[in-house]
């Protein structure tokens, strides 16, 4: 047995998940009863693939700018540092069915997209790493996987 971390996502066997999926990762209540709903959204199999990080950061913004369009209170949606997914963190929301609907349209606008939203350097830490078409290649695969998303073993 491995030591448990304070980290959900350390006590979390990478060799066992199989990508994509979808998976809460818990839910912290606050004082007034609010709570914070954060999912790992898994687009790439762990120690296998990952997405490249052009590609990665036009779809952290193109997600970030258009989630917003399809469900309210959501309060991130970030990269994960190993490159194969998002963290999702949502307010009073418990509808595990309305995150995948939500993430099914975020990556249809991706597809969509003419252009990445602030990719410049006012916008943006890092405008010249960016590639749309590495977004839609990666939304496109996620997309054609969706039936497995509710699968996380
Ligand atoms: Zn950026």
Same mark, same amino acid.
């Given at each position: 047995m491995m030591k448990k971390m304070n980290v959900e996502s350390f006590n979390?066997? $990478?060799?066992k998940v199989k990508a994509p999926y979808v998976r809460l990762v818990g839910v912290t209540e606050g004082a007034n009863g609010d709570k914070v709903y954060k999912y790992d959204i898994r687009f790439k199999q762990p120690n296998k693939e990952h997405m490249e990080m052009a590609g990665l950061h036009s779809l952290e913004h193109l997600m970030a700018e258009n989630i917003r369009n399809h469900m309210d209170n959501v309060l991130d949606i970030s990269p994960m540092g190993c490159q194969t997914g998002f963290y999702l963190a949502i307010l009073n929301n418990d509808s595990f069915d309305e995150v995948l609907v939500t993430l099914e349209k975020t990556l249809e606008d991706v597809l969509a997209a003419d252009e990445v939203p602030a990719c410049n350097e006012v916008q943006c830490g890092?405008?010249?790493? $960016?590639s749309l078409e590495g977004a839609k290649e990666i939304a496109k695969e996620m997309l054609a996987k969706k039936e497995g998303w509710r699968e996380v073993f």
């Open positions: 979390l066997d $990478h060799t890092w405008a010249a790493n $960016h």
